[in-house]
């Protein structure tokens, strides 16, 4: 008896060690007090931090669809990290961190499957850290940003060298059968063979932000940035996401980006960490949709509600009622 429970232990160890690396090999995306072995010179943040005008310095890009494995590792330790650690590390217990490091290996075959899926169409966008390479030695292992009219929250120096950090940001859309009923389900849209994929709509799922990146406008960049892509698909005028009920916050988030509640479900489910054994418990989620074909971005969205609380605009509206 005694055998079979310290092989059992031993074969946990070895999975949580193997897939998530907690202890010696953790990513140096997401925590800046762990990192690999060094290929570069270590530098402090005040001397590799761009320079900052609201929010942290970051760049928008999508992840191709032949991206490296460990692409899609660092994507799902920070989404698992935002959403059921709250950011906090290693601060985790340790039956919490066995949950983590399955979660991580889940979430990322999951992301890999879906970017290659050949069936429905997908996107997936991160938000990189911009830094300044103030070494050569930085300079030459690092991915330079060449287009720095990218680089958002930064006063760029047109003779210096910026490099991307770790991701800071997630978001993806994947085209899959979602109904949603009249009059949504009578809209044009791409036609399938299979009946099951007559209703195959835009998902936008794992919107996903690191706490030291929030107020830097960095979540609506990533929608800004799916409706993008969404827009370029044919047969394609609308986007549709869900938003847990107990997260008002979030509702409101989307709710001033455009989107409008459908209808509440209350039969999906999600997992619950917060006991010694991983499970799922069933909770509410509200539907969301927004038309994209009004053509009005979030950006433009967010400057319009600016301008229509303008003295004149209100007078001006008043006087047309």
């Not at 232990?9 to 202890?23: E, P, T, V």
């Not at 099951?196 to 932000?209: D, E, K, Q």
Request: aromatic share 10%; proline share 4%.
């Amino acid at each position: 008896m005694k055998s079979k429970t310290i092989l059992i232990i031993c074969f946990l160890i070895n999975l949580y060690f193997s897939r998530s690396g907690a202890f010696y090999f953790p990513s140096v995306c997401w925590q800046e007090q762990r990192s690999h072995i060094p290929k570069y010179a270590i530098l402090d943040d005040e001397d590799y931090a761009c320079t900052k005008i609201d929010g942290i310095p970051f760049v928008i890009e999508r992840v191709g669809s032949v991206s490296p494995p460990k692409c899609f590792d660092e994507i799902a330790e920070m989404c698992i990290d935002v959403f059921f650690n709250a950011d906090r590390g290693d601060n985790a217990p340790l039956w919490k961190k066995f949950q983590l490091a399955y979660l991580r290996g889940l979430q990322s075959a999951d992301l890999r499957r879906r970017r290659t899926m050949p069936e429905a169409r997908n996107a997936m966008f991160v938000a990189r850290e911009v830094r300044v390479a103030d070494s050569r030695e930085v300079a030459k292992t690092k991915p330079l940003i060449l287009d720095l009219d990218r680089i958002q929250n930064c006063d760029v120096n047109d003779t210096g060298d910026y490099v991307k950090g770790g991701i800071v940001g997630f978001v993806e859309v994947t085209e899959r059968a979602y109904g949603l009923g009249n009059p949504y389900d009578n809209l044009p849209r791409r036609s399938h063979k299979k009946r099951s994929l007559s209703n195959m709509r835009p998902i936008l799922t794992n919107l996903s932000v690191k706490a030291k990146a929030r107020k830097s406008g960095i979540g609506s960049q990533l929608l800004e940035a799916c409706e993008k892509a969404v827009s370029s698909w044919d047969d394609n005028t609308e986007i549709i996401l869900e938003v847990e009920i107990d997260n008002p916050s979030a509702s409101e988030f989307y709710k001033k980006r455009g989107y409008e509640e459908l209808f509440t479900d209350p039969t999906c489910r999600r997992f619950n960490t917060n006991g010694l054994v991983l499970r799922k418990e069933r909770c509410a989620k509200i539907c969301m949709r927004k038309d994209l074909s009004k053509g009005t971005t979030n950006i433009e969205r967010e400057n319009g509600d600016k301008k229509s609380m303008n003295f004149p605009n209100f007078v001006l509206s008043y006087i047309l009622k």
